[in-house]
Protein backbone atom coordinates (compact mmCIF):
# COMPACT_ATOMS: atom_id res chain seq x y z
CA UNK A 1 0.00 0.00 0.00
CA UNK A 2 1.41 3.39 -1.17
CA UNK A 3 1.67 6.15 1.96
CA UNK A 4 -0.65 8.15 -0.06
CA UNK A 5 -3.48 4.98 -0.08
CA UNK A 6 -2.28 4.30 3.86
CA UNK A 7 -3.13 8.19 4.89
CA UNK A 8 -6.15 8.18 2.82
CA UNK A 9 -7.27 4.73 4.78
CA UNK A 10 -6.49 6.38 8.00
CA UNK A 11 -8.55 9.64 7.76
CA UNK A 12 -11.31 7.35 6.37
CA UNK A 13 -11.18 5.54 9.21
CA UNK A 14 -11.14 7.81 11.49
CA UNK A 15 -13.65 10.46 10.03
CA UNK A 16 -16.24 7.03 10.62
CA UNK A 17 -15.45 7.15 13.74
CA UNK A 18 -15.97 10.23 14.70
CA UNK A 19 -19.35 10.20 12.92
CA UNK A 20 -20.39 7.07 14.72
CA UNK A 21 -19.30 9.36 17.99
CA UNK A 22 -21.28 12.13 17.13
CA UNK A 23 -24.20 9.71 16.20
CA UNK A 24 -24.17 8.13 19.91
CA UNK A 25 -23.91 11.44 22.01
CA UNK A 26 -26.30 13.44 19.44
CA UNK A 27 -28.53 10.77 20.36
CA UNK A 28 -28.81 10.64 23.59
CA UNK A 29 -31.48 11.91 25.25
CA UNK A 30 -30.35 15.74 27.83
CA UNK A 31 -31.63 15.42 31.46
CA UNK A 32 -32.38 18.58 33.16
CA UNK A 33 -33.97 19.77 36.06
CA UNK A 34 -35.45 23.35 36.33
CA UNK A 35 -36.34 24.48 40.18
CA UNK A 36 -39.13 27.03 39.74
CA UNK A 37 -39.71 29.96 42.54
CA UNK A 38 -42.99 31.63 42.52
CA UNK A 39 -42.66 33.60 45.81
CA UNK A 40 -39.75 35.35 43.62
CA UNK A 41 -41.28 37.37 41.34
CA UNK A 42 -39.95 40.15 38.96
CA UNK A 43 -41.48 42.73 36.48
CA UNK A 44 -44.95 42.21 34.99
CA UNK A 45 -44.37 40.94 31.53
CA UNK A 46 -45.48 42.86 28.39
CA UNK A 47 -47.15 40.99 25.42
CA UNK A 48 -44.14 40.46 23.29
CA UNK A 49 -45.34 39.51 20.70
CA UNK A 50 -47.79 42.45 20.16
CA UNK A 51 -46.31 44.01 16.60
CA UNK A 52 -46.49 42.78 12.98
CA UNK A 53 -45.01 44.65 10.10
CA UNK A 54 -45.73 45.52 6.65
CA UNK A 55 -43.42 46.19 3.96
CA UNK A 56 -44.63 49.08 1.65
CA UNK A 57 -47.11 51.33 3.27
CA UNK A 58 -49.89 49.35 2.14
CA UNK A 59 -52.10 47.36 3.95
CA UNK A 60 -55.70 45.60 3.00
CA UNK A 61 -58.62 47.78 3.53
CA UNK A 62 -60.54 44.16 4.02
CA UNK A 63 -58.48 42.01 5.02
CA UNK A 64 -58.62 38.14 5.09
CA UNK A 65 -58.94 37.16 8.58
CA UNK A 66 -58.84 33.38 9.58
CA UNK A 67 -61.02 32.52 12.19
CA UNK A 68 -59.43 29.36 13.42
CA UNK A 69 -55.85 30.50 13.13
CA UNK A 70 -56.06 34.22 13.63
CA UNK A 71 -52.98 36.25 14.75
CA UNK A 72 -54.58 39.42 15.09
CA UNK A 73 -56.16 38.22 17.89
CA UNK A 74 -52.58 38.50 20.25
CA UNK A 75 -51.20 41.43 18.15
CA UNK A 76 -52.24 45.17 19.04
CA UNK A 77 -49.76 46.92 16.36
CA UNK A 78 -49.23 46.86 12.65
CA UNK A 79 -46.47 48.57 11.31
CA UNK A 80 -46.68 50.12 7.96
CA UNK A 81 -43.07 51.14 6.67
CA UNK A 82 -42.88 53.72 4.65
CA UNK A 83 -46.11 54.55 4.79
CA UNK A 84 -45.98 58.38 3.77
CA UNK A 85 -44.09 58.01 0.80
CA UNK A 86 -40.11 57.42 -1.09
CA UNK A 87 -41.32 57.08 -4.51
CA UNK A 88 -44.27 57.48 -6.52
CA UNK A 89 -46.13 54.51 -5.55
CA UNK A 90 -46.01 55.36 -2.31
CA UNK A 91 -46.41 58.93 -2.24
CA UNK A 92 -49.13 60.50 -1.07
CA UNK A 93 -49.94 62.75 -4.19
CA UNK A 94 -52.38 63.48 -7.16
CA UNK A 95 -48.99 63.52 -9.50
CA UNK A 96 -45.94 62.17 -7.09
CA UNK A 97 -43.43 63.27 -10.39
CA UNK A 98 -44.99 66.67 -10.99
CA UNK A 99 -42.44 68.90 -8.77
CA UNK A 100 -44.31 72.30 -9.49
CA UNK A 101 -47.40 71.08 -7.08
CA UNK A 102 -46.37 70.27 -3.95
CA UNK A 103 -49.63 70.12 -2.35
CA UNK A 104 -51.80 68.15 -4.21
CA UNK A 105 -52.31 65.68 -1.57
CA UNK A 106 -53.94 61.85 -1.90
CA UNK A 107 -54.50 60.42 1.55
CA UNK A 108 -56.60 57.47 0.47
CA UNK A 109 -54.56 55.02 0.33
CA UNK A 110 -53.22 55.22 3.61
CA UNK A 111 -57.07 56.14 5.23
CA UNK A 112 -58.05 53.21 3.28
CA UNK A 113 -54.84 50.89 4.74
CA UNK A 114 -55.60 52.25 8.79
CA UNK A 115 -59.53 51.56 7.84
CA UNK A 116 -58.34 47.63 7.40
CA UNK A 117 -55.85 47.46 10.21
CA UNK A 118 -58.57 48.84 12.85
CA UNK A 119 -61.11 46.04 11.21
CA UNK A 120 -58.15 43.44 13.19
CA UNK A 121 -59.02 44.71 16.03
CA UNK A 122 -55.41 46.12 15.79
CA UNK A 123 -54.01 49.97 15.96
CA UNK A 124 -52.10 51.16 13.22
CA UNK A 125 -48.50 52.07 14.36
CA UNK A 126 -46.82 54.36 10.77
CA UNK A 127 -43.70 54.58 9.98
CA UNK A 128 -43.64 58.54 8.78
CA UNK A 129 -40.21 59.98 7.70
CA UNK A 130 -39.42 58.98 3.90
CA UNK A 131 -39.26 61.85 1.71
CA UNK A 132 -40.75 62.30 -1.26
CA UNK A 133 -39.16 63.09 -4.11
CA UNK A 134 -41.23 66.29 -4.75
CA UNK A 135 -39.35 68.04 -1.33
CA UNK A 136 -35.82 66.39 -2.07
CA UNK A 137 -36.23 67.75 -5.66
CA UNK A 138 -32.44 69.58 -5.42
CA UNK A 139 -30.78 67.33 -3.99
CA UNK A 140 -31.38 64.20 -6.18
CA UNK A 141 -30.58 66.96 -9.22
CA UNK A 142 -27.59 67.44 -7.22
CA UNK A 143 -26.85 64.09 -6.46
CA UNK A 144 -27.29 62.69 -9.78
CA UNK A 145 -29.63 59.80 -8.52
CA UNK A 146 -33.13 59.12 -7.36
CA UNK A 147 -33.70 55.68 -5.58
CA UNK A 148 -31.83 53.86 -2.93
CA UNK A 149 -31.35 50.18 -2.52
CA UNK A 150 -34.98 49.92 -1.03
CA UNK A 151 -36.35 51.43 -3.81
CA UNK A 152 -36.90 54.96 -1.65
CA UNK A 153 -35.58 58.42 -1.83
CA UNK A 154 -32.73 58.62 0.71
CA UNK A 155 -32.57 62.15 0.59
CA UNK A 156 -33.64 64.86 2.92
CA UNK A 157 -35.83 67.21 1.78
CA UNK A 158 -34.36 70.55 0.70
CA UNK A 159 -36.69 72.34 2.97
CA UNK A 160 -38.15 71.47 6.20
CA UNK A 161 -40.72 73.53 6.19
CA UNK A 162 -42.67 72.05 2.79
CA UNK A 163 -42.09 68.82 4.80
CA UNK A 164 -43.01 69.76 7.98
CA UNK A 165 -46.51 70.78 6.11
CA UNK A 166 -46.35 67.82 4.41
CA UNK A 167 -46.55 65.90 7.36
CA UNK A 168 -48.99 67.96 9.11
CA UNK A 169 -51.90 67.10 6.51
CA UNK A 170 -50.80 63.85 6.99
CA UNK A 171 -51.97 64.43 10.61
CA UNK A 172 -55.04 66.38 10.02
CA UNK A 173 -56.22 63.59 7.51
CA UNK A 174 -56.01 60.87 9.87
CA UNK A 175 -57.74 62.81 12.87
CA UNK A 176 -60.10 64.07 10.45
CA UNK A 177 -61.66 60.43 8.78
CA UNK A 178 -60.99 58.28 12.50
CA UNK A 179 -61.24 61.41 15.08
CA UNK A 180 -58.61 62.95 17.51
CA UNK A 181 -59.75 60.65 20.13
CA UNK A 182 -58.54 57.08 17.86
CA UNK A 183 -55.27 58.68 16.43
CA UNK A 184 -54.29 59.34 20.12
CA UNK A 185 -54.21 55.90 20.45
CA UNK A 186 -52.10 54.71 17.75
CA UNK A 187 -48.50 55.43 17.66
CA UNK A 188 -46.28 56.58 15.01
CA UNK A 189 -42.33 56.37 14.01
CA UNK A 190 -39.93 58.41 12.06
CA UNK A 191 -38.36 56.27 9.49
CA UNK A 192 -37.00 52.44 9.13
CA UNK A 193 -33.21 51.79 10.09
CA UNK A 194 -33.06 55.79 10.00
CA UNK A 195 -28.74 55.31 10.34
CA UNK A 196 -28.53 52.74 7.48
CA UNK A 197 -27.24 54.57 4.24
CA UNK A 198 -29.60 52.14 2.05
CA UNK A 199 -32.48 54.28 3.53
CA UNK A 200 -31.49 57.57 4.83
CA UNK A 201 -28.08 59.94 4.42
CA UNK A 202 -27.01 63.17 3.63
CA UNK A 203 -26.52 64.14 0.21
CA UNK A 204 -23.00 64.62 0.61
CA UNK A 205 -22.96 60.62 2.29
CA UNK A 206 -21.16 61.97 5.28
CA UNK A 207 -21.90 60.56 8.74
CA UNK A 208 -21.76 63.44 10.99
CA UNK A 209 -23.73 65.31 8.23
CA UNK A 210 -26.28 62.44 8.01
CA UNK A 211 -26.83 62.06 11.66
CA UNK A 212 -27.58 65.82 11.60
CA UNK A 213 -29.97 65.59 8.75
CA UNK A 214 -32.00 62.45 10.50
CA UNK A 215 -32.25 64.64 13.83
CA UNK A 216 -34.10 67.50 11.98
CA UNK A 217 -35.88 64.90 10.10
CA UNK A 218 -37.31 63.19 13.31
CA UNK A 219 -37.61 67.16 15.12
CA UNK A 220 -39.94 67.86 12.41
CA UNK A 221 -42.25 65.21 12.03
CA UNK A 222 -42.49 65.41 15.79
CA UNK A 223 -43.45 68.74 15.85
CA UNK A 224 -46.25 68.41 12.96
CA UNK A 225 -47.91 65.62 14.73
CA UNK A 226 -47.44 67.55 18.05
CA UNK A 227 -49.25 70.31 16.72
CA UNK A 228 -52.45 67.99 15.40
CA UNK A 229 -52.58 65.35 17.67
CA UNK A 230 -51.13 66.83 20.82
CA UNK A 231 -48.36 66.61 23.50
CA UNK A 232 -48.87 63.04 24.12
CA UNK A 233 -48.76 61.27 20.98
CA UNK A 234 -46.39 58.31 21.17
CA UNK A 235 -44.02 58.00 18.45
CA UNK A 236 -39.95 57.07 18.20
CA UNK A 237 -37.31 55.19 15.94
CA UNK A 238 -36.21 52.54 14.52
CA UNK A 239 -32.27 51.94 13.78
CA UNK A 240 -30.67 49.39 12.57
CA UNK A 241 -28.43 48.38 15.52
CA UNK A 242 -27.82 44.56 14.74
CA UNK A 243 -24.90 45.55 12.32
CA UNK A 244 -23.20 49.06 12.43
CA UNK A 245 -24.49 51.54 10.63
CA UNK A 246 -23.69 54.91 9.07
CA UNK A 247 -23.50 56.49 12.11
CA UNK A 248 -23.74 56.03 15.83
CA UNK A 249 -27.47 55.81 16.81
CA UNK A 250 -26.07 57.09 20.15
CA UNK A 251 -25.88 60.14 18.28
CA UNK A 252 -29.53 60.38 17.92
CA UNK A 253 -30.56 58.84 21.70
CA UNK A 254 -28.59 62.15 23.01
CA UNK A 255 -29.91 64.63 21.01
CA UNK A 256 -33.65 63.38 21.93
CA UNK A 257 -32.23 63.84 25.52
CA UNK A 258 -30.32 66.91 25.34
CA UNK A 259 -29.61 68.38 21.77
CA UNK A 260 -31.39 71.48 20.47
CA UNK A 261 -34.78 70.73 19.13
CA UNK A 262 -34.22 71.98 14.69
CA UNK A 263 -37.69 72.64 14.67
CA UNK A 264 -39.02 74.29 18.05
CA UNK A 265 -35.08 76.05 18.78
CA UNK A 266 -35.94 74.16 23.09
CA UNK A 267 -33.94 71.48 24.76
CA UNK A 268 -35.12 67.55 23.27
CA UNK A 269 -37.79 65.86 21.39
CA UNK A 270 -40.42 64.03 22.32
CA UNK A 271 -39.44 60.19 22.16
CA UNK A 272 -41.27 57.20 23.37
CA UNK A 273 -40.02 54.21 22.07
CA UNK A 274 -36.35 53.14 20.78
CA UNK A 275 -36.17 49.66 18.28
CA UNK A 276 -33.80 47.92 16.51
CA UNK A 277 -33.43 45.58 13.70
CA UNK A 278 -32.41 41.77 14.61
CA UNK A 279 -31.03 39.72 12.21
CA UNK A 280 -29.03 36.01 12.31
CA UNK A 281 -27.48 35.52 8.54
CA UNK A 282 -29.27 31.96 8.27
CA UNK A 283 -29.95 28.76 10.38
CA UNK A 284 -26.53 27.59 11.74
CA UNK A 285 -24.83 30.85 10.80
CA UNK A 286 -25.29 33.55 13.90
CA UNK A 287 -23.46 35.94 11.54
CA UNK A 288 -22.82 39.47 12.84
CA UNK A 289 -25.48 40.25 14.90
CA UNK A 290 -25.52 41.61 18.32
CA UNK A 291 -27.65 39.39 21.31
CA UNK A 292 -30.59 41.11 21.93
CA UNK A 293 -30.00 41.51 25.62
CA UNK A 294 -27.02 43.98 24.14
CA UNK A 295 -29.32 45.99 22.65
CA UNK A 296 -31.43 46.46 25.06
CA UNK A 297 -29.02 47.21 27.52
CA UNK A 298 -27.13 49.45 25.06
CA UNK A 299 -30.52 51.37 24.30
CA UNK A 300 -31.58 51.78 28.03
CA UNK A 301 -28.20 52.89 29.42
CA UNK A 302 -27.59 55.87 26.81
CA UNK A 303 -31.40 57.20 27.28
CA UNK A 304 -31.33 56.98 30.60
CA UNK A 305 -28.05 58.84 30.80
CA UNK A 306 -29.86 61.34 28.97
CA UNK A 307 -32.62 61.86 31.43
CA UNK A 308 -34.99 59.41 29.02
CA UNK A 309 -36.59 57.37 31.45
CA UNK A 310 -39.73 55.31 31.32
CA UNK A 311 -39.21 54.34 27.41
CA UNK A 312 -40.04 51.04 25.73
CA UNK A 313 -37.59 49.12 23.64
CA UNK A 314 -38.36 46.66 20.88
CA UNK A 315 -37.52 45.07 17.50
CA UNK A 316 -39.31 46.43 14.69
CA UNK A 317 -38.27 43.73 11.79
CA UNK A 318 -35.90 40.93 12.07
CA UNK A 319 -35.16 36.70 12.88
CA UNK A 320 -33.18 35.48 10.14
CA UNK A 321 -32.44 36.59 7.12
CA UNK A 322 -31.81 34.12 4.28
CA UNK A 323 -32.50 30.07 4.13
CA UNK A 324 -30.20 27.15 3.44
CA UNK A 325 -31.51 27.13 -0.34
CA UNK A 326 -31.70 29.38 -2.74
CA UNK A 327 -34.89 30.17 -5.38
CA UNK A 328 -34.83 31.01 -8.29
CA UNK A 329 -33.91 34.71 -7.50
CA UNK A 330 -32.39 34.51 -4.11
CA UNK A 331 -31.64 32.95 -0.76
CA UNK A 332 -33.73 35.26 1.57
CA UNK A 333 -36.56 34.47 3.48
CA UNK A 334 -39.73 36.61 2.83
CA UNK A 335 -41.05 35.97 6.41
CA UNK A 336 -37.88 36.33 7.73
CA UNK A 337 -38.57 32.56 9.01
CA UNK A 338 -37.87 29.27 7.78
CA UNK A 339 -41.03 26.65 7.99
CA UNK A 340 -38.85 23.96 9.50
CA UNK A 341 -39.43 23.17 13.62
CA UNK A 342 -35.90 25.30 14.03
CA UNK A 343 -37.73 28.25 13.99
CA UNK A 344 -39.80 27.42 17.14
CA UNK A 345 -36.71 26.85 19.22
CA UNK A 346 -35.14 29.81 17.64
CA UNK A 347 -38.31 32.42 18.57
CA UNK A 348 -38.26 30.35 21.72
CA UNK A 349 -34.87 31.50 22.72
CA UNK A 350 -35.37 35.15 21.73
CA UNK A 351 -38.70 35.33 24.14
CA UNK A 352 -36.44 34.40 26.79
CA UNK A 353 -33.98 36.72 26.32
CA UNK A 354 -36.66 39.52 25.89
CA UNK A 355 -38.41 38.29 29.26
CA UNK A 356 -34.99 38.42 31.15
CA UNK A 357 -33.53 41.60 29.41
CA UNK A 358 -36.85 43.87 29.94
CA UNK A 359 -37.55 44.48 26.30
CA UNK A 360 -41.20 44.77 25.05
CA UNK A 361 -41.78 43.31 21.58
CA UNK A 362 -40.50 41.70 18.55
CA UNK A 363 -42.37 42.94 15.76
CA UNK A 364 -42.65 40.00 13.30
CA UNK A 365 -43.59 39.45 9.76
CA UNK A 366 -45.77 36.77 8.49
CA UNK A 367 -47.04 33.88 10.54
CA UNK A 368 -49.27 31.60 7.69
CA UNK A 369 -48.58 29.88 4.71
CA UNK A 370 -50.52 32.07 2.37
CA UNK A 371 -48.93 35.61 3.15
CA UNK A 372 -50.67 38.40 4.87
CA UNK A 373 -51.23 36.01 7.55
CA UNK A 374 -53.79 33.76 5.97
CA UNK A 375 -54.04 29.97 5.24
CA UNK A 376 -52.52 27.48 7.56
CA UNK A 377 -50.00 28.60 10.43
CA UNK A 378 -46.64 28.07 10.91
CA UNK A 379 -45.08 26.92 14.36
CA UNK A 380 -44.10 30.65 14.30
CA UNK A 381 -47.80 31.34 15.22
CA UNK A 382 -48.22 28.65 17.81
CA UNK A 383 -44.91 30.00 19.52
CA UNK A 384 -46.14 33.76 19.63
CA UNK A 385 -49.57 32.71 20.37
CA UNK A 386 -48.73 31.25 23.82
CA UNK A 387 -45.75 33.47 24.51
CA UNK A 388 -48.51 36.39 24.04
CA UNK A 389 -50.17 34.86 27.25
CA UNK A 390 -47.44 35.66 29.46
CA UNK A 391 -48.69 39.38 29.54
CA UNK A 392 -49.54 40.54 32.86
CA UNK A 393 -47.65 37.64 34.70
CA UNK A 394 -44.81 38.44 36.51
CA UNK A 395 -41.25 36.56 35.47
CA UNK A 396 -40.58 33.99 38.01
CA UNK A 397 -37.04 32.66 39.57
CA UNK A 398 -35.88 30.06 38.06
CA UNK A 399 -32.81 27.62 38.74
CA UNK A 400 -31.43 25.34 36.22
CA UNK A 401 -29.65 21.30 37.17
CA UNK A 402 -28.22 19.66 34.67
CA UNK A 403 -27.26 15.96 34.36
CA UNK A 404 -26.76 13.08 31.68
CA UNK A 405 -25.14 14.43 28.18
CA UNK A 406 -25.21 18.21 26.96
CA UNK A 407 -23.07 18.29 24.06
CA UNK A 408 -23.83 22.14 23.33
CA UNK A 409 -27.08 22.26 23.75
CA UNK A 410 -29.32 25.42 24.67
CA UNK A 411 -32.25 23.38 26.83
CA UNK A 412 -34.01 26.62 28.65
CA UNK A 413 -37.15 27.62 30.87
CA UNK A 414 -39.01 31.08 31.75
CA UNK A 415 -41.62 30.79 34.18
CA UNK A 416 -44.33 33.37 35.00
CA UNK A 417 -47.13 33.82 37.06
CA UNK A 418 -50.05 35.59 36.91
CA UNK A 419 -51.81 36.79 40.08
CA UNK A 420 -54.90 38.23 39.09
CA UNK A 421 -55.82 34.45 37.15
CA UNK A 422 -53.85 32.25 39.98
CA UNK A 423 -51.99 30.61 36.99
CA UNK A 424 -48.65 29.40 36.65
CA UNK A 425 -47.13 29.58 32.84
CA UNK A 426 -43.96 27.99 32.06
CA UNK A 427 -42.25 27.89 28.60
CA UNK A 428 -39.03 25.65 27.51
CA UNK A 429 -36.99 24.64 24.42
CA UNK A 430 -34.42 22.80 23.07
CA UNK A 431 -32.24 24.83 20.95
CA UNK A 432 -29.10 23.90 19.20
CA UNK A 433 -28.13 26.60 15.83
CA UNK A 434 -26.82 23.65 14.06
CA UNK A 435 -29.69 22.27 12.13
CA UNK A 436 -28.64 18.91 11.62
CA UNK A 437 -29.24 18.59 15.75
CA UNK A 438 -30.32 14.85 17.32
CA UNK A 439 -30.58 15.06 20.53
CA UNK A 440 -34.24 15.22 22.92
CA UNK A 441 -34.28 16.77 26.28
CA UNK A 442 -36.08 15.32 29.13
CA UNK A 443 -36.95 17.75 31.43
CA UNK A 444 -38.17 18.28 35.32
CA UNK A 445 -39.74 20.74 36.38
CA UNK A 446 -39.97 20.80 40.03
CA UNK A 447 -42.55 23.84 41.51
CA UNK A 448 -42.50 25.65 44.26
CA UNK A 449 -45.81 27.87 44.44
CA UNK A 450 -47.04 29.64 47.66
CA UNK A 451 -49.88 30.94 45.82
CA UNK A 452 -51.23 27.30 45.55
CA UNK A 453 -53.43 25.47 48.15
CA UNK A 454 -52.71 21.89 48.78
CA UNK A 455 -55.07 19.83 46.31
CA UNK A 456 -55.50 19.29 42.46
CA UNK A 457 -54.65 21.83 39.97
CA UNK A 458 -55.35 22.01 36.20
CA UNK A 459 -52.46 21.30 33.70
CA UNK A 460 -52.36 22.34 30.06
CA UNK A 461 -49.34 21.07 28.35
CA UNK A 462 -49.02 22.14 24.59
CA UNK A 463 -45.97 20.85 22.79
CA UNK A 464 -44.96 22.35 19.82
CA UNK A 465 -43.05 20.20 17.30
CA UNK A 466 -42.83 18.31 14.02
CA UNK A 467 -46.22 16.74 14.93
CA UNK A 468 -47.98 19.81 14.92
CA UNK A 469 -46.11 21.24 11.55
CA UNK A 470 -47.31 20.82 8.47
CA UNK A 471 -43.70 22.00 6.44
CA UNK A 472 -41.91 18.88 6.81
CA UNK A 473 -44.58 16.72 4.91
CA UNK A 474 -44.55 19.57 2.41
CA UNK A 475 -40.35 19.39 1.95
CA UNK A 476 -40.95 15.80 1.71
CA UNK A 477 -44.26 16.17 -1.09
CA UNK A 478 -42.62 18.77 -3.17
CA UNK A 479 -39.55 16.70 -3.76
CA UNK A 480 -41.97 13.78 -4.85
CA UNK A 481 -43.53 15.81 -6.95
CA UNK A 482 -40.70 17.53 -8.57
CA UNK A 483 -40.97 21.33 -7.21
CA UNK A 484 -37.24 21.94 -7.28
CA UNK A 485 -36.29 24.93 -5.79
CA UNK A 486 -35.56 26.59 -8.95
CA UNK A 487 -39.68 26.97 -8.57
CA UNK A 488 -39.30 29.42 -5.96
CA UNK A 489 -38.84 32.68 -6.08
CA UNK A 490 -36.98 33.52 -3.07
CA UNK A 491 -35.58 30.62 -0.59
CA UNK A 492 -38.23 27.55 -0.52
CA UNK A 493 -37.10 27.34 3.50
CA UNK A 494 -39.40 29.89 4.12
CA UNK A 495 -43.40 29.11 5.68
CA UNK A 496 -44.67 31.38 3.59
CA UNK A 497 -43.30 29.99 0.53
CA UNK A 498 -42.95 32.67 -2.88
CA UNK A 499 -43.02 30.96 -5.93
CA UNK A 500 -41.50 31.58 -9.41
CA UNK A 501 -43.69 28.94 -11.20
CA UNK A 502 -47.46 29.61 -11.25
CA UNK A 503 -48.01 25.73 -11.51
CA UNK A 504 -46.00 25.17 -8.20
CA UNK A 505 -48.21 27.54 -6.71
CA UNK A 506 -51.86 25.74 -7.80
CA UNK A 507 -50.17 22.82 -6.47
CA UNK A 508 -49.54 24.07 -2.96
CA UNK A 509 -52.71 25.21 -2.73
CA UNK A 510 -54.26 21.55 -3.10
CA UNK A 511 -52.29 20.50 -0.56
CA UNK A 512 -53.84 22.88 2.16
CA UNK A 513 -56.47 20.93 2.88
CA UNK A 514 -53.97 17.78 3.37
CA UNK A 515 -52.01 20.15 5.68
CA UNK A 516 -54.94 21.65 7.60
CA UNK A 517 -54.62 18.16 9.48
CA UNK A 518 -50.78 17.98 10.41
CA UNK A 519 -50.60 21.53 11.62
CA UNK A 520 -53.20 21.01 14.79
CA UNK A 521 -52.06 21.97 18.24
CA UNK A 522 -54.05 20.70 21.18
CA UNK A 523 -53.54 20.48 24.32
CA UNK A 524 -52.66 17.66 26.59
CA UNK A 525 -54.56 18.00 29.66
CA UNK A 526 -53.82 16.80 33.54
CA UNK A 527 -54.15 17.53 37.33
CA UNK A 528 -51.10 17.64 39.13
CA UNK A 529 -51.03 17.33 43.41
CA UNK A 530 -50.31 20.20 45.06
CA UNK A 531 -48.73 19.60 48.81
CA UNK A 532 -47.24 22.58 50.77
CA UNK A 533 -47.06 24.67 47.43
CA UNK A 534 -44.71 22.03 45.68
CA UNK A 535 -45.15 19.96 42.57
CA UNK A 536 -43.65 18.33 39.58
CA UNK A 537 -44.11 18.45 36.30
CA UNK A 538 -42.51 16.55 33.05
CA UNK A 539 -41.71 16.71 29.24
CA UNK A 540 -39.20 15.12 26.73
CA UNK A 541 -38.78 17.69 23.95
CA UNK A 542 -37.67 16.70 20.66
CA UNK A 543 -34.85 18.80 18.51
CA UNK A 544 -35.74 22.33 18.49
CA UNK A 545 -39.34 21.83 20.13
CA UNK A 546 -41.27 24.20 22.24
CA UNK A 547 -43.50 23.05 25.29
CA UNK A 548 -45.79 25.00 27.16
CA UNK A 549 -47.63 24.26 30.09
CA UNK A 550 -50.70 26.65 32.27
CA UNK A 551 -51.04 25.40 35.28
CA UNK A 552 -54.57 27.03 37.44
CA UNK A 553 -56.20 26.49 40.07
Same mark, same amino acid.
Given at each position: ???????????????????????????????????????????????????????????????????????????????????????????????? *????????? *????????????????????????????????????????????????????????????????????? @??????????????????????????????????????????????? +???????????????????????????????????????????????????????????????? #?????????????????????????????????????????????????????????????????? %??????????????????????????????? @??????????????? #???????????????????? *????????????????? +??? %????????????????????????????????????????????????? %????????????????????????????????????????? @?????????????????? #????????
Amino acid at each position: MSLHRFFAALLAFFTAFWGSICAFFNNMVNDYTFRIDTAILGEELPNVKSNINRFGGRFPEDPIINDEYNPYEFVDYIQLMECSGGNAGRDLFREP *DNFDVLDDY *DFGPLLASCRGILKTGAKPLLKLGNVPAKFSRESIAAAGADLGAFDVNVFPPDDYNEYYTYIKAIAEAL @VGEFGLDEVRSWRFGVMTEYENADWFRAVSGDPAESAEEYCKLYDYT +VQALIDVIGEDVFVGAHSMTCSEGLWDEREFIRHCGEGTNYATGTKGTRICYLAASYYETRPGE #VGNAKPLPEITEMFRSTAESVGLTDLIYGVDEGRVLCGVSSGANSDQLPSRTVGDTWQAAFDARLI %KQMFDSGMNYFSSWEYCSLGENHGLPTVSYF @VAKHAAEFEGARLAA #VNTARKGAIFKAEVETSAAF *DEDANTLRIMAYNYRNK +VNY %KANAELTFNVSAPQFADGEAKVKMYMINDDCNWFDEWRKDRVELGITDD %KFSWSPDDGCPSFADGEARQTFLGLQEKYAGLCRLEPVESA @VQVKDGAFTLNAELDPFA #VVFFEVTQ
